[in-house]
C-alpha cells in the first residue's frame, strides 16, 4: 500500500467536539465499514480530519455535510486518488467546488495534513548493466556521434568502449550508458545493434537486436510471449552463455 | 548587538543572485527593511530564478518565505539563554528551514535557495514575518519581490509548460495504482462491530518505540503472542503507565515496554526500527539549537541514557541505535589532546554520557574509567540514574541510583528475576546481568535529598548503565504471570516455602513480597495458613497493614476456582472481616473489587432484576454524606451475614450536624449482588458484591471512596490476573483442535480473542452517554447493570455472563432508560442504549435458535455461519425493535396504512434471511422511527416503490440505497430513493456496477440525479461505475463549470486515463489471443492495484497488465528525465515529477512480476517513436523488468475521450481566457 491517506476533512470547531461528532457521524452509518480515523489539531480554528490508512471510503463526503450543518463556517473535504484531488467546500449541508489546491487551503485554515507533502521517491541505486555490440562502426565514428548527441566533449572513460572482431562494445564508463545504444541504432540505421541487459549471474537476460526501423526481442523459446518480434536464437545461440560467447561480450562486464 | 538594544526593524534583507544557468551575469541587490521606518528599496524591484535570498535576522518571530504559491521557509527564530539564535520547524510541517550564513550573535544572517525555474516565466516572492510576543500587536512585516528567470531559463520554462499544457500529470489520477483495497472487501468482511483484529493490533508509541499500546483487557499469554507470537513470553514484556491517552475507539488500552526489541514479530520490528529512524532524525533536529545552558545539559544527558538503553537495538545494518546516535553528538567532543576527542561537554552530567559509553557503545570510546566492582557489584556503585520532575514541574532532576546490597546470584535471569521479585526486601531492587554469565540481583536506592518520591510523580524515568539491566520498583506485581507448568515451579515452591516458614503472626514481612507466581502455588492448606497468619496476629493494625490488605488482595486474584469458596469463608470469618472494616486506607476497595471480579469468575451469580437487588447510598454530595453501619452477624453453619446501617449525616452551619439512621437491611452473603448510588461529583450507580460494599462503606473519607471507583479500564492490571488465571485462551483453543497445526490453532484462538473485543467494544459504545445517562436514576442503573455486564465479558466468561441473565436485565434496564427519557433522550444516547439493548436480545436469539451455545471460553456457534450469526441477529432485532417505533408513531398519527404495514414486514423477511437485508431493514424502521409522521409514511413509501421497479440484479444496489437513505443525516430520505429509481431500473447495468454507485450515492459521493442527466451509454457507464475510484465529484464539477479550464484540463487528463482503460478492454482480444481478462483492478501482493489481469485460456498462467494512457511525448519526456538523472544533470518540479511517475511505474511492475504470476505486459499508445520505444524497453531492463509492451490505438483513445466528453455534457473547445481563477 502507498500509504497516502485518501481524504481529508477540515471542519471549524474544538477539537473535542470534531472528534465527537465524527465518531458519531461515521458510527451512525453502521454498514460494515471500519472507521479509523484521527483529528490533527490545527494552529487556529480548523482541525484537520484524516483517515488512517484504511479503506474508509467516501465518508469525506458525509462528514462534510453533516459537520457543516453544525457549523457557521464551511466544511472541506478533500478526495485523493494519487495526485489528482477533489476539494468539496460544503456550508450548511450545500456543497460547491473548492478551486483552491489543497495544500493552499490547509495552510490557509492552520490545519495539518502529512499527506500534502511527499517525500520524493528514491531511485533505485543499482540497476541491471547493459552492453552493446555496435557492428560496422568504428570507435572513433562512435565517440563523435555520441559527443555530438551529448553537446559536449566526452571526457576520457565516459563510455568503456572496446574494438572486438565482431563490432565495438560500449557500456557504462564514468557515465552510464543509458539508451546511447539507442540513438547510434537511429544515427546509423544500417548497423546492427546488439543490446545486452543482464545480471551478474545471468539470471536476468534481456537481448534486444536493433537494425534500421526493426526491433528483435530475444525470448528463450521456453517462455509465452506476445511480443511479435520475438526471436528465440541470437547468433544461432539459445543459452546466455553461449550467445554472450557468440557476441563477444565478457560475462565479467555485467558485474553491477 | 544584544538582544535589548535589537531594534524593532528586525529584518534586513541582502539579495544575491547566482549565476543562471545561461551564463546571464550575477545581480546583487541589498534590501533593507523597517518595520517601523517606511521600507527602502535599494536597486532592484525583481529577483533572479536560482538565486540566493539573505535575511538578516535580529528579532524572535515566525518567519515565512513563499515563492509563488509554494513555501520554501516555515519556522519560528528565537534566541536562546545564552543569545545564540535557534530555529523551531512548525509541528506540521515537514522541516522548511532557511540555512544558516551566519550563528554569530549580532550578525545573524540566514539564505534561502530559490527555485531555478517559475511558473508563467515570472513568479512572485513574498517574505513575511511575525513578531514574536515583545511585538505582538506590530502588524506583521511583508514585502515582495518579482522573481524572474533569464532567457535560457525561460526557454525551458515554456518547453515544460507547453507540455503540461498538453497533457497535465493529473492524467494517471484515474488509472494508475497504489490506492488501497477496493472497499467492497470491507463490505464482504464487515467487522462487527467495528474492525476487532485492527483493534487488538500492538501500536508503537512513536515517542518512545520499545513501548507498545496493547488491548488491555488482553491476558499477559495473548499480548506475548502478538507481540513475539510466543504466548510463553510472558516474562519479555512491563506493563507502564502510558504516557498520553489516545482515542481508544471504545476500547481500553494499556502500555507495554518490550524488554527485547529484537524478539519482537519482524512486522512490530520493522514498525519500531521506523518509528527509531524518526526520532533519531528529530534528535538530529533538536541538536541544531542544543545550546550548553544548564537545563539544556540535563536534558541532553537524559537523551543520551535513553538511546544507551537502545544499545541492543539494532537497525537494519545491524548498528546499534545508541551508536547511531553517539555520531550525532560526537562533533560536540572537545579535543583534550591532540587527536583524542571526549565527552566532556555536558558539565555535572559528563560522567553519566561517559559511562553510559563506555558500558554500551560498540563504536565510540572514551578514556572513562569504570571503577564499579567487577563482575559482582560493591555497595555504593551507581548501576544508573533516576530521572524525575521533583517539585517543579518542568524541570528534570536527576538522581543516582545505588547500590545497597546484593540480594541474589543467579545463572538464569529468570530464576534470578524470580528472587528478586518474591524476595523479603520489597523497596528498589536492580537486576543486572555480570561478565561471568551470572545473573545479579540488588537492593538499590535513589539518593533522594528532597522530600518527594519520583515514584509518586509522573514522567519518572530510570536509565541502567549496564547492557540488560531492569528495574523493579516497590510495589510492582505482575498478576497473570502463571506460577505453574514452567521450569522454574520448584524455585517458585521454594521461595513460597521459605516465607511460610520465616514468617509469623507478629512478623508476617516474609509473605509481603510474594507475587501471583509464587501464590498461585499455595494449596489449600497453605493458604488457609497464610491467612491465618496474617489475619489472626497484629499484622492488620500494624504499619504494614495496607501491604497486608495488598496480599490478600493478590491471593483472592491469584486464588485457582475451586479453591474460592474456603478463602471466602477465611476472609469473612466476624473476626477478620471486623478488623478488615475497621482499617482506613484506600486498598480495602481494591479487595473488595478483587472480591467481586473473582466471584463472577467462579459463579454464575444470578441477576434477575436490579430493583429487586437491595439498594444503599454512599458518599458526600453537598452537606450530605451517606455512610453505612455493617453491623455482622453468624449464620447457622459459621457462615457470616452482612447486615447495612444507612446513617445520613447533615452539616448545617446553624445547627448541630443531625445524624439520622435507617432501616438496617437484610442479612446478605458475601457474594450476594447489591445495588449501590455512590454520590460526589459524579454521581453513579453500581451493581457490587454485599463484601466489596462493606469493604468500600468502611471507608470513611468519601475522597477515597472516588479514589477507589475508578474507571473500569483501571483495573485491567486485575483483569489480566484473573483472565489469565482463569485459564489463558491460547493455552485453551490450542488444546481444543485437536489434530491441527499450532497455526491454526493460534488462529482460532486470535479469532476468539477478536469476537470477545468485539462485544467489549459494542458494549463501550454507552461509554460515551455515560454523562447523560448519569443524570436520572434510570440511567444510572441502567450503566450498572451495563458494567456488570463489561465486567463478565472481560473476565472473558460469556457463559457465566448469558446464563447469569446479566444481559436480559441489561435490555430490560435499557427499555427502562429509554421509556422514561422519552423524548428527552438524545438521538445518541437513544441509539447507542438501544444497540446494547439489541446485543442481549440478539445473543438471547441465537441461544434459543441453537445457533450459538454459551460455553467457559464464551459462544461456541454450531452454524457454519459461525459469529455472523449473532451479527445477523443484532441487525434483525435492531429492524425489530425501531419497526415497532415506528409503527406506534405511525398509528399514533393516523397515517398509518396497510402499504406501509406490508413494506415493514416484507423487510422483516427479508432481514430474516440475509444479513445486508437485515441492516437494510435496521436502518430504514429506525430513520422512520425518527421521522415525522407524515414524512415517514412517504418515505416507506418511497422504499416500497424502488423496491418495485428494481431488477433482480439491483438487489445489492437496493440494499445499499436504503442503507443510504436511512442514515440520520440524509435529509430528505424518499426523495432520495425517488432519484434513485432511474438507476435500479435500467437495463443493461451489471450488478457490480450498480452496487458501486448505489453505494457511492448512499455515501453523498455521487449525485444520482446528475448521472440520470447525462448521456453516458450503458457500456460506459458499467466501466466507470464498477471502478470504485472513478471521481464523480470532479466530473459533476467539470459539468457545471465549463469555462474553468484549470477544471477542464484536469479532467481531460482523466478521462484519458479512463479512456486508455477502455480502449485496452475492448482489444484485449486483439493483443492477447489465448488469454481471457480474468479481473480488473487487481491488488498485488506488494500493495499496488494494476488494471487488469489475463489468464492463459488453458488456465495455466495469469499475468498482470498495466494501461498507461499517456501520450507519446509525456513518453519521451519522461524518458529524457530518466536520463537526466542517471547523468546527475538538475531536473525542473516537472521533469522530478515524470522522473517520479516512472519510479512508480517500475515499482508497480514488479510487484506485478512476483511469482506465481508471469511477466507482466504494459500497453501504451501506438504513437511512441522507435527511439521511444527502444528507450523504454531499455529503460525497464535496466530496472530488471523483463516487461512485453503492446501498443492501443491513439486514435480509438482520443475518439473516447470524445464520446466520454460528450456524454458528460464537457465542452469540446477550451476557452482561452480566464483559467478558473487560479493561475
Given at each position: ?256 | ?638 457462615e457470616t451475614l452482612l447486615r447495612f446501617r444507612p446513617v445520613r449525616q447533615r452539616f448545617e452551619a446553624r445547627y448541630l450536624s443531625s445524624n439520622e439512621e435507617g432501616p438496617t437491611s437484610r442479612a446478605l452473603r458475601a457474594r450476594e449482588w447489591v445495588r449501590v448510588e455512590l454520590h460526589g461529583p459524579k454521581p453513579q450507580a453500581r451493581v457490587v458484591t454485599a463484601l466489596e460494599l462493606a469493604l468500600r462503606a468502611s471507608d470513611l473519607e468519601s475522597g477515597l471512596i472516588w479514589a477507589a471507583v475508578g474507571r473500569l479500564s483501571e483495573m485491567y492490571v486485575v483483569y489480566g490476573g484473573v483472565s489469565g488465571l482463569a485459564r489463558a485462551p491460547l493455552a485453551g483453543a490450542g488444546a481444543a483442535v485437536e489434530g491441527t497445526t499450532a497455526a491454526a490453532a493460534r488462529q482460532a484462538a486470535v479469532k476468539a480473542l477478536a469476537g470477545r473485543v468485539g462485544l467489549v467494544a459494542m458494549l463501550a459504545t454507552v461509554d460515551s452517554y455515560r454523562e447523560e445517562l448519569s443524570r436520572t436514576e434510570a440511567g444510572r442503573n441502567f450503566l450498572a447493570v451495563h458494567d456488570l455486564a463489561l465486567l463478565g465479558l472481560a473476565v472473558r466468561d460469556v457463559g457465566k455472563l448469558v446464563t447469569s441473565g446479566v444481559l436480559r436485565e441489561l435490555a430490560r434496564q435499557g427499555a427502562v432508560v429509554l421509556s422514561q427519557a422519552g423524548s428527552k433522550a438524545s438521538a445518541g444516547l437513544r441509539e447507542s442504549v438501544e444497540a446494547v439493548q439489541a446485543l442481549a436480545r440478539a445473543v438471547d436469539k441465537v441461544l434459543a435458535e441453537g445457533k450459538a451455545v454459551a460455553t467457559g471460553e464464551g459462544l461456541v456457534f454450531s452454524t457454519p455461519e459461525g459469529a455472523r450469526a449473532l451479527q445477523h441477529a443484532w441487525f434483525s432485532v435492531r429492524g425489530e425493535m425501531a419497526a415497532e417505533r415506528a409503527l406506534a408513531g405511525l398509528r399514533k398519527a393516523g397515517v398509518v396504512t396497510p402499504e406501509v404495514e406490508r413494506t415493514l414486514n416484507a423487510l422483516k423477511s427479508l432481514g430474516e434471511q440475509s444479513e445486508a437485508w437485515a441492516q437494510a431493514w435496521s436502518a430504514v424502521a429506525r430513520r422512520a422511527a425518527a421521522l415525522p409522521a407524515q414524512e415517514a409514511r412517504e418515505y416507506l413509501e418511497a422504499v416500497e416503490s424502488l423496491r418495485k421497479v428494481a431488477r433482480p440484479a439491483a438487489e445489492s444496489a437496493v440494499v445499499e440505497l436504503l442503507l443510504g437513505s436511512g442514515k440520520r443525516t440524509r435529509q430528505a430520505p424518499g426523495l432520495f430513493l425517488k432519484e434513485a429509481e432511474w438507476l435500479v431500473q435500467r437495463p443493461g447495468l451489471e450488478e457490480e456496477a450498480l452496487k458501486v454507485l448505489a453505494h457511492k450515492a448512499a455515501k453523498n459521493d455521487l449525485s444520482l440525479r446528475w448521472l440520470g442527466s447525462t448521456g453516458l451509454a450503458t457500456e460506459d457507464l458499467n466501466f466507470l461505475g ?198
Open positions: 500500500m502507498s500509504g497516502k491517506r485518501r481524504w481529508v476533512v477540515l471542519a471549524p470547531g474544538e477539537v473535542a467536539w470534531v472528534e465527537r461528532r465524527t465518531r458519531e457521524i461515521l458510527e451512525q452509518e453502521e454498514d460494515g465499514s471500519e472507521h479509523h480515523f484521527r483529528v490533527v489539531p490545527g494552529q487556529g480554528h480548523y482541525q484537520a480530519i484524516v483517515e488512517k490508512g484504511h479503506q474508509d471510503f467516501s465518508s469525506e463526503m458525509l462528514l462534510g455535510e453533516a459537520l457543516s450543518r453544525e457549523c457557521e463556517e464551511p466544511v472541506y473535504a478533500i478526495q485523493r486518488v494519487d495526485e489528482f484531488f477533489h476539494v468539496s467546500r460544503f456550508l450548511k449541508g450545500e456543497e460547491s467546488w473548492e478551486e483552491r489546491e489543497p495544500e493552499e487551503l490547509i495552510r490557509a485554515l492552520g490545519c495539518v495534513s502529512e499527506w500534502t507533502v511527499e517525500p520524493p521517491l528514491e531511485l533505485p541505486k543499482k540497476m541491471a548493466r547493459t552492453v552493446a555490440l555496435i557492428q560496422g562502426l568504428s570507435i572513433k565514428k562512435i565517440y563523435k556521434a555520441l559527443e555530438k548527441e551529448a553537446g559536449r566533449p566526452l571526457p576520457v572513460g565516459y563510455y568503456r568502449i572496446e574494438e572486438t572482431p565482431l563490432g565495438v562494445l560500449l557500456t557504462d564508463g564514468t557515465g552510464p550508458l543509458i539508451f546511447a545504444q539507442n540513438y547510434l541504432a537511429e544515427r546509423f540505421p544500417r548497423t546492427t545493434v546488439y543490446s545486452v541487459t543482464a545480471s551478474p549471474d545471468l539470471g536476468f537476460f534481456v537481448v534486444f537486436v536493433m537494425q534500421g526501423n526493426k526491433t528483435l526481442k530475444f525470448v528463450p523459446s521456453s517462455e509465452r510471449t506476445t511480443t511479435s518480434s520475438a526471436v528465440h536464437e541470437v547468433m544461432g545461440e539459445r543459452e546466455p552463455e553461449r550467445i554472450l560467447a557468440a557476441l563477444g561480450i565478457p560475462k565479467e562486464w555485467f558485474r553491477l | 548587538m544584544t538582544k535589548k538594544t535589537r531594534v524593532l526593524a528586525a529584518v534586513a534583507c541582502a539579495l544575491s543572485v547566482g549565476t543562471s544557468a545561461a551564463g546571464e551575469s550575477p545581480s546583487l541587490a541589498r534590501v533593507r527593511l523597517e518595520a517601523e521606518a517606511p521600507a527602502r528599496v535599494e536597486s532592484v524591484g525583481e529577483i533572479r530564478a536560482g538565486g540566493v535570498l539573505r535575511l538578516r535576522l535580529v528579532e524572535s518571530g515566525r518567519l515565512e518565505v513563499r515563492v509563488g504559491r509554494q513555501v520554501v521557509v516555515d519556522c519560528y527564530v528565537m534566541w536562546g539563554e545564552a543569545g545564540r539564535m535557534m530555529f523551531e520547524d512548525l509541528a506540521w510541517r515537514p522541516r522548511l528551514l532557511p540555512r544558516v550564513v551566519s550563528g554569530e550573535p549580532g550578525s545573524e544572517e540566514v539564505e534561502v535557495v530559490l527555485p531555478e525555474e517559475v511558473e508563467s516565466g515570472e513568479e512572485e516572492i513574498v517574505v513575511r514575518y511575525e513578531w514574536g510576543w515583545k511585538h505582538r500587536e506590530t502588524p506583521p512585516l511583508e514585502r515582495r519581490w518579482r522573481l524572474v528567470m533569464g532567457e535560457e531559463q525561460g526557454r525551458q520554462q515554456a518547453w515544460a509548460r507547453a507540455f503540461e499544457e498538453e497533457f497535465p500529470l493529473g492524467e494517471e489520477a484515474q488509472a494508475e495504482a497504489e490506492v488501497e483495497a477496493e472497499p467492497e472487501q470491507g463490505r464482504e468482511q464487515p467487522e462487527w462491530p467495528g474492525g476487532a483484529e485492527e483493534a487488538l493490533r500492538p501500536r508503537v508509541e512513536t515517542s518512545q518505540p520499545e513501548v507498545l499500546r496493547v488491548w488491555a483487557q488482553a491476558s499477559r499469554a495473548e499480548i506475548a503472542e502478538q507481540l513475539f507470537g510466543e504466548p510463553g513470553a510472558v516474562n519479555a514484556f512491563d506493563y507502564e503507565a502510558c504516557k498520553a491517552p489516545e482515542e481508544s475507539e471504545g476500547l481500553m488500552y494499556a502500555c507495554v515496554r518490550v524488554r527485547q526489541v529484537e524478539a519482537l514479530r519482524p512486522p512490530l520490528r520493522a514498525e519500531v526500527r521506523q518509528a527509531l529512524e524518526v526520532l533519531l532524525e528529530e534528535e538530529k533536529a533538536w541538536l541544531l539549537t542544543w545550546l550548553p545552558a544548564e537545563w539544556e545539559v540535563l536534558a541532553l544527558a537524559e537523551r543520551s541514557l535513553t538511546w544507551a538503553q537502545r544499545s541492543e537495538v539494532r537497525d537494519e545494518q545491524g548498528r546499534s541505535y545508541f551508536d547511531r546516535y553517539l555520531a550525532l553528538i560526537a562533533d560536540k567532543r572537545l579535543e583534550r589532546e591532540e587527536g583524542v576527542w571526549e565527552w566532556d561537554f555536558l558539565a555535572g552530567a559528563t560522567e553519566q554520557l561517559k559511562k553510559a559509553v563506555a558500558l554500551r557503545a560498540e563504536q565510540w570510546k572514551t578514556g572513562y574509567q569504570v571503577t564499579d566492582g567487577v563482575p559482582r557489584l560493591r555497595p555504593g556503585d551507581v548501576v544508573g540514574r533516576c530521572y524525575a520532575n521533583l517539585g517543579v514541574p518542568a524541570k528534570r532532576t536527576s538522581l543516582a541510583v545505588r547500590v545497597l546490597k546484593l540480594l541474589v546470584e543467579e545463572g538464569s535471569a529468570v530464576r534470578a528475576e524470580l528472587w528478586l521479585r518474591n524476595g523479603p526486601w520489597r523497596g528498589w531492587r536492580v537486576l543486572v546481568p555480570g561478565e561471568d554469565g551470572l545473573w545479579r540481583g540488588y537492593a538499590v536506592d535513589l539518593a533522594n535529598l528532597t522530600e518527594q518520591d519520583p515514584l509518586e510523580q509522573t514522567g519518572t524515568r530510570l536509565y541502567g548503565y549496564y547492557k540488560g539491566t531492569l528495574f523493579i520498583r516497590p510495589g510492582e506485581w505482575r498478576p497473570g504471570v502463571e506460577g505453574r507448568g514452567d521450569e522454574e515451579e520448584g524455585l517458585r515452591q521454594v521461595l513460597l516455602d521459605k516465607a511460610l516458614a520465616a514468617a509469623t503472626a507478629e512478623e508476617p514481612e516474609a509473605l509481603l513480597g510474594l507475587d501471583h507466581e509464587v501464590l498461585g502455588l499455595l494449596t489449600a492448606e497453605q493458604r488457609q495458613e497464610l491467612l491465618e497468619r496474617v489475619l489472626s496476629g497484629p499484622a492488620l493494625t500494624s504499619a504494614v497493614a495496607q501491604e497486608v490488605v495488598e496480599l490478600l488482595v493478590r491471593v483472592v486474584v491469584s486464588t485457582p476456582d475451586e479453591d474460592f469458596a474456603a478463602l471466602e469463608h477465611a476472609l469473612t470469618r466476624p473476626e477478620v472481616l471486623n478488623r478488615l472494616l475497621s482499617l482506613e486506607g484506600p486498598q480495602q476497595a481494591l479487595l473488595g473489587q478483587a472480591f467481586t471480579l473473582k466471584a463472577l469468575t467462579v459463579a454464575p451469580l444470578p441477576l434477575e432484576s436490579l430493583e429487586t437487588l437491595p439498594s444503599f447510598h454512599l458518599g458526600r454530595q453537598g452537606e450530605e454524606s451517606h455512610l453505612l453501619n455493617v453491623p455482622l452477624e453468624e449464620a447457622e453453619g459459621g464498477r471502478d470504485t475510484r472513478t471521481l464523480w465529484g470532479t466530473l459533476q464539477n467539470a459539468a457545471e463549470q465549463p469555462d474553468n479550464l484549470k477544471l477542464q484540463l484536469r479532467v481531460r487528463a482523466l478521462l484519458r486515463g479512463i479512456a486508455g482503460e477502455m480502449v485496452m478492454e475492448r482489444s484485449a482480444r486483439r493483443l492477447f489471443p489465448g488469454y481471457n481478462m480474468s479481473g480488473r483492478q487487481v491488488l498485488l501482493d506488494g500493495g499496488h492495484i494494476i488494471d487488469f489481469e489475463l489468464q492463459a485460456l488453458d488456465g495455466t498462467i495469469r499475468h498482470a497488465l498495466e494501461v498507461k494512457g499517456w501520450t507519446a511525448d509525456t513518453w519521451r519526456r519522461a524518458l529524457e528525465a530518466q536520463l537526466r538523472v542517471r547523468i546527475g544533470a538538475k531536473l525542473t518540479a516537472r521533469q522530478e515529477q515524470l522522473v517520479q511517475q516512472l519510479q512508480r511505474l517500475v515499482e508497480q511492475l514488479r510487484d506485478a512480476a512476483k511469482p506465481p504470476r508471469g511477466k507482466p505486459f504494459l500497453v501504451c499508445t501506438d504513437k511512441l517513436s522507435q527511439k521511444t520505444m527502444r528507450d523504454l524497453q531499455n529503460f525497464l531492463t535496466s530496472n530488471f523488468l523483463d516487461i512485453d509492451i503492446e501498443s492501443i490505438r491513439e486514435l480509438e483513445i482520443v475518439a473516447t475521450t470524445k464520446r466520454l466528453r460528450a456524454a458528460l455534457n464537457l465542452p469540446e473547445k477550451l476557452s482561452t481566457g480566464e483559467k478558473g481563477g487560479t493561475p
